[in-house]
Every structure is written in C-alpha cells, then in structure tokens.
C-alpha cells in the first residue's frame, strides 16, 4: 500500500509529459504524422500533444492525491522539505513550460523560443537533482522520475536545439517553402 501511495505521489509529483499508450499512441501517430507538413505537425505537433496531455493527467493526479503534499502526512519535516524539494520545481517549470508553449502558438517569435528551450533545460536539471533526492531518500520514485520526466525532457531539449522544422517555424518564417525540402511530396506522373 505505501509503495502504491508513493507511486502515486511521484506521478501527481511528476511533471508527467504524458506519452500516449496504445490506442491513444496510434491516435497521436496518425494525426502528427498526417499533418507532418504543417507548421505545427510532426515531432512539433506531438510536444504539444503530450504537453497538453500531462497537463491534464497531472491534474488528475495532483487532485487525487493532494493530501501527499500535506506536512502531517510526513513522519519527519526534513522528509517533507526534500519531497517539496524534488516535486514542485517540476510542476513549476511544467506549468510555465505550457505557459509559454501557448503563447509560442500564436507569437511565433525566436526570443519566446529560446525561453521555452531553457525551461526544458531547467526542467531535465530539476528532474536530476529530483533524482539524487529520490535515490537517498524516496528509492522507490527514481524509475518513474527517469521515465516520466528525465528521458521525455531530455529528448525534448535535442528536438528544440536541434530540429530543421523549428528554426524554420519560428527563427526564419519560411516554413511554408522549407517544408519541400524537408517532406517533399511524392508527386505522381500518369503517362
């Protein structure tokens, strides 16, 4: 029971980028890959998609076990102040995460870019230090913090610094040229 409890605990603790399983996962494929030519399509459209989707299952989470995050239920202060330590600057840099990423949608501009890739970073650097708190002190959340936080984040750095799509869309404006280059279509010639 205290091993399901603090599973619990670290996914409503987690800033969860929820990946969609099956079939939501065939779901998700589908429709980012069938809209991979748009601005916002691809790898670009499923950051949104799992954004969006953590947002919800970390306030479902949250809400279910919103008493973990009360003092009393702590046998130890220190414990507490480490558990807060290890889960809101997730949530935190989560929430802004999404802020911004909503914004990004419809300004569309290099600087506000540049702020949501440092949010990621800060976020794969609070997901580590969350790490080294959970293995001294809360062992049984390492697996889910790796897997639900540190992995997706960290990939999700290397898409922002390093994809074509998103210099194009929101460095250099010429998305709508550049995307022949990058997916260019398999045009037919009947004879």
């Not at 779901?27 to 069938?34: L, P, R």
């Not at 992995?151 to 404006?173: A, C, D, N």
Request: charged residues 10%.
């Amino acid at each position: 029971m205290l091993r399901t409890t603090a599973a619990l605990m670290l996914l409503a603790a987690s800033s969860n980028q929820y990946t969609p399983s099956f079939p939501g996962g065939i779901i998700a494929w589908f429709v980012c890959n069938g809209r991979k030519r748009s601005e916002y399509g691809g790898w670009l459209l499923f950051f949104y998609w799992q954004l969006y989707s953590g947002i919800v299952m970390t306030a479902i989470f949250f809400s279910i076990n919103f008493q973990s995050y009360v003092p009393e239920n702590f046998d130890d202060p220190v414990r507490y102040h480490l558990f807060l330590a290890s889960a809101a600057p997730s949530i935190v840099l989560f929430v802004l995460q999404a802020a911004v990423a909503t914004i990004l949608i419809s300004v569309r501009t290099w600087d506000l870019l540049q702020l949501l890739r440092w949010l990621i970073v800060a976020q794969v650097v609070a997901a580590m230090v969350a790490v080294m708190i959970d293995a001294k002190y809360f062992p049984e959340n390492v697996a889910l913090n790796i897997t639900l936080t540190l992995i997706p984040e960290s990939l999700w750095m290397g898409y922002f610094f390093g994809s074509k799509r998103v210099k194009h869309v929101f460095q250099t404006h010429d998305w709508d040229t550049a995307v022949e280059a990058i997916h260019p279509t398999h045009t037919k010639i009947v004879l």
